[in-house]
């Protein structure tokens, strides 16, 4: 983390309500990420952006959406159609660039949605 | 298809070195990275290794790369009760795209 802000930490809906997660990155990357964590089930991509106003759905795209009209933000939405949203949610930068640049990602704090 | 293998658990005790081990399938991946996760918390990069290097060591840190096998390892020497986390492998495929990540291994330290 460092550069890269996610919150809530803590998050409670209830079922069937629409929820907004927040990213913000002083990093100046290019590249923003999501993804979500469930227990024992590793990292799952859920949306990505390489530019501002454009982004490509990951391997679990169904019932969230995403938009990025500025550099430093990427909120994601979970929709009332996700039908199992309780998990741990991340956020993540890469700077895109020649060599020898790095691809290396860099995370946020996370959020952890609860849907009561 | 791109993939990467880990074991899900390891248990040292204090004072012991850990291996964790990890295999990927992408032979093109310039870059291979090892993360740490504490409860709770974000993704910390710990280290990375680019392809053309064989070890890469750093304080406590030793990662080990078979490019032959696709085997790569990270042993921390000297395991603390703060080594207690989940390590995540994970490989980059191709430039200016995700990373591949594994499931990760929890690391139980035994004081």
């Known amino acids: 983390d460092g550069g890269i802000t996610q919150s809530p930490k803590y998050l409670f809906r209830k079922e069937g309500q629409n929820v907004t997660l927040s990213c913000e990155q002083n990093?100046?990357?290019?590249?923003m990420y999501w993804y979500r964590q469930d227990p024992g089930q590793g990292l799952r991509l859920i949306y990505y952006?390489?530019?501002?106003?454009?982004?490509q759905k990951g391997d679990i795209a169904e019932g969230y959406s995403v938009s990025r009209e500025k550099k430093e933000s990427f909120p994601l939405t979970v929709t009332s159609a996700q039908k199992n949203p309780t998990a741990f949610y991340l956020c993540?930068?890469?700077?895109?660039?020649?060599?020898?640049?790095?691809?290396?990602?860099?995370f946020g704090p996370g959020t952890r949605l609860t849907v009561l | 298809g791109e993939d990467v293998e880990q074991s899900l658990f390891l248990s040292v005790r204090e004072g012991d070195s850990s291996v964790i081990n990890c295999t990927y399938t992408?032979?093109?991946?310039?870059?291979l990275y090892w993360y740490k996760q504490e409860p709770g918390a974000g993704l910390q990069l710990l280290t990375y290794?680019?392809?053309?290097?064989d070890m890469k060591q750093d304080q406590r840190l030793t990662v080990l790369l078979n490019k032959k096998d696709k085997h790569l390892s990270l042993r921390i020497a000297d395991t603390q009760t703060g080594d207690s986390a989940i390590y995540f492998c994970?490989?980059?495929?191709?430039?200016?795209?995700?990373?591949?990540f594994g499931k990760g291994t929890r690391l139980s330290v035994i004081a």
């Open positions: 952006s390489q530019i501002v106003n454009d982004f």
């Open positions: 290794i680019f392809s053309n290097m």
């Open positions: 990093l100046n990357h290019d590249a």
């Open positions: 994970a490989e980059s495929p191709q430039r200016n795209t995700p990373l591949v």
């Open positions: 992408d032979s093109s991946s310039t870059y």
């Open positions: 993540a930068t890469q700077k895109r660039g020649g060599p020898p640049a790095v691809d290396t990602q860099y």
